[in-house]
């Protein structure tokens, strides 16, 4: 990589990490993992991470450019982020970046991280790691079908609402019985009140 597309950060303070730490960035990531189960695929993106002359691991993109960084913790897929390059000390390895899409800015080391599992991608164009596909299947539809009645000689009879006329009607004898099974027993709850009320009065 050629010295003029990076940035040395000098004498900034800042160290390259023993081991990934979990951030707030981390824990959202971390969600949106355990709804998706399982990484973004990147497998055929080109590395971002080559070896100089003497075989010591470099970084080949440099200042302003976009990068690829699947971030892992303990064996937990914490997300996949599109970065933009910031600051890059090829000494200790430490990368500043800033997401985009995020508006969040991040802080990693190229030689230290991919001990912990982490990958670094160069992104190709038409990449997008933040939408969701749809689904290229659909749930099939269910059709109830109606039941159309028939005649005895098979033909469709029109349904008409409402019940059959008659059908529950009960005749005037009946209903005059009912009535006056009603009333005496109406009749036979009111003077067992009153009897009570007098016993209480009593």
Do not use: C
Not at 50 to 57: C, F, K, L, R, Y
Not at 78 to 100: A, F
Not at 147 to 153: F, I, K, L
């Amino acid at each position: 990589m050629e010295e003029q597309n990076q940035e040395v950060l000098g004498e900034s303070g800042l160290t390259a990490p023993e081991e990934v730490d979990e951030s707030v960035e981390d824990t959202i990531d971390s969600m949106l993992a355990d709804r998706r189960s399982q990484p973004v695929y990147i497998d055929d993106l080109p590395d971002a991470i080559g070896t100089d002359e003497q075989g010591v691991p470099m970084l080949i993109l440099g200042k302003d450019s976009l990068i690829v960084i699947e971030r892992w913790y303990k064996n937990r897929w914490l997300g996949t982020r599109l970065y933009k390059v910031l600051i890059v000390n090829p000494i200790t390895g430490d990368i500043r970046m800033h997401d985009e899409e995020y508006k969040q800015s991040a802080q990693t080391n190229y030689l230290t991280a991919p001990k912990s599992g982490w990958r670094f991608k160069q992104p190709v164009p038409g990449l997008n790691l933040y939408k969701r596909s749809k689904p290229s299947y659909e749930a099939p539809k269910v059709v109830a079908s109606k039941v159309q009645p028939v005649d005895d000689d098979g033909n469709p009879v029109e349904k008409k609402r409402g019940r059959p006329k008659g059908s529950k009607n009960r005749s005037a004898e009946e209903m005059a019985k009912y009535r006056s099974e009603q009333f005496a027993e109406k009749k036979a709850k009111r003077e067992a009140r009153e009897a009570r009320k007098l016993r209480r009065g009593a």
